[in-house]
């Protein structure tokens, strides 16, 4: 089974700031199977970003992905308060699903 | 717009059956896709448990396979999750999904709470 980890753990900034989330793989996936998600509390996860860099529907030119290998990164640019959340970064390696552990992002 | 919904008993006892249920509006299960469960104890992150195709073929996490079983309803277009000998590690939120686009899941039920206790 593929293992993700994400770093940092928690990040704190302000708003109209820029957030870079990490997220590595254990093994190389493809970058067609790589996802992030914004997750409220009290809510379901919403998807952002599919296939490392495609924007999901409806989702702000503010958010994008990029990365190949085992190494991804989500990022945010011009923060706005409502971005507070917890970020998970999703692979498929062909049989099963994986998720990261999630970064918290804070806004000042 | 894909909507869905899962229901079933918030409390099952240790050893027992969780059974729950996905009921989707907008969309057919029939239609070509993968419908999967996700699950999230409290406070911590997402697992994947299984999915199910459109064709009622399955797969499942390694790490619950001897436990789980999807299955599909046509004439109800829902889906479900059986997950057997349960413990208080099965605590959690139970969340439906539709796949796509690509390997993601786009659509989302808002989850149902289980607890596992005597």
């Known amino acids: 089974e593929i293992v993700l980890t994400q770093s940092p753990g928690t990040l704190s900034l302000s708003p109209g700031e820029r957030a870079t989330l990490s997220c590595r793989t254990s093994?190389?996936?493809?970058?067609?199977?790589v996802a992030w998600y914004q997750q409220k509390p009290g809510q379901a996860p919403r998807l952002l970003i599919y296939?490392?860099?495609s924007r999901a529907t409806g989702i702000p030119d503010r958010f994008s992905g990029s990365g190949s290998g085992t190494d991804f990164t989500l990022t945010i640019s011009r923060l706005e308060p409502e971005d507070s959340a917890v970020f998970y970064c999703?692979?498929?390696?062909?049989?099963?699903?994986?998720f990261g552990p999630g970064t918290k992002l804070e806004i000042k | 717009q894909v909507q869905l919904q899962e229901s079933g008993p918030r409390l099952v006892k240790p050893s027992e059956t969780l059974s729950l249920t996905c009921a989707v509006s907008?969309?057919?299960?029939?239609?070509?896709?993968?419908w999967s469960w996700i699950r999230q104890p409290p406070g911590k992150g997402l697992e994947w448990i299984g999915e199910?195709?459109?064709?009622?073929?399955?797969k499942y996490s390694p790490s619950l396979k001897s436990r789980v079983t999807i299955s599909l309803d046509k004439s109800k277009n829902q889906f479900s999750l059986n997950l057997n000998s349960v413990t208080a590690a099965d605590t959690a939120l139970y969340l439906c999904a539709k796949h796509g686009p690509g390997y993601s899941f786009g659509f989302w039920g808002q989850g149902t709470q289980v607890t596992v206790s005597p």
């Open positions: 296939a490392t860099s």
């Open positions: 093994q190389s996936v493809s970058s067609s199977s």
């Open positions: 999703q692979q498929f390696d062909g049989s099963s699903y994986t």
């Open positions: 199910i195709s459109d064709t009622a073929f399955t």
């Open positions: 907008g969309d057919s299960v029939t239609t070509t896709s993968w």
